[in-house]
């Protein structure tokens, strides 16, 4: 079976990134790919480093118009699709979220991001995006998605990907695929993208599959995202990978049975002891 990774420039126009959004998901459909990714917040720019209250007048609540959308595509295409947005879940009640749409149109669930970032900068004239002004913590634990392909999914957004114990629960949960879309920018965390990818798949046994924007926001900030998305196998052996500048689509067939292999051999789960690892939670 065949997943994708979709990766295009933002603009502050959400028809033209829901219409690029279709456009190169269609041609990811066309190379077959039957799980399809798009980078966090898909259908806005990445508005973070404002602190404007104009700027939750782009949310949207699930299922919403944007929704609509992607799930007469997802029918279309008759793949699943994995869409990031900004949830309004009421008002004064805004998330991260990424809805996972069946290949029937139906909403197969969706994830809220946990991990809700304001980071220090090494630079301090770097500008630092802040979530915490727009998005609550996920509130949905960190669910796992059953497709219709035989294919369990479990996505982690962006910021989430600093926690190896999130990436854990979603391998105890039955994930053979780890999906995690980003919005992020060149700079000092660059250097970890395809470590942390890597030791995620590796650690977990299971494919895992980072989709991040590229280019620079049309109406948004000056940052500028690097792309790269990447499908790493469970050996930690990056498969495909995306360039640091074009839009584009991501691809790689994927052999759920490597997985079973590879458990068994390496035998992690075997061996593991959460009894001893209570300091952890302490």
Known sequence: MKIAAVQFQGHRDKEVNIQKASRLTRQAAEGGAKIICLPELFNTIYFCYDQDRENFQMAEPIPGPTTEKMAALAREIRSVLICPLFEKAMIGEYYNSAVVL?????????????????????????????????????????????????????????????????????????????????????????????????????????????????????????????????????????????SDREEEVISADIDLSIIEKIRTSWNFFRDRRPEIYRELIQ
């Open 102 to 242: 069946g290949p029937n149109g139906e909403i197969l669930g969706k994830y809220r991001k946990n991990h809700i970032p304001l980071l220090s900068r090494l630079d301090p004239k770097e500008r630092t995006g802040n979530e915490k002004f727009y998005f609550r913590p996920g509130n949905l634990g960190f669910p796992v998605f059953p497709t219709p392909f035989g294919v369990t999914i479990g996505i982690l957004i962006c910021y989430d990907r600093h926690f190896p114990e999130a990436a854990r629960i979603l391998a105890l949960k039955g994930a053979d695929i780890l999906f995690v879309p980003t919005a992020t920018p060149s700079g000092f965390t660059r250097y970890v993208w395809e470590i942390e990818l890597k030791a995620h798949a590796t650690d977990n046994i299971y494919y895992v599959c980072g989709v991040n924007k590229v280019g620079r926001d049309e109406g948004g900030s000056e940052k500028v995202w690097f792309g790269t998305s990447l499908i790493v196998n469970p050996q930690g052996e990056v498969i495909a990978q995306g």
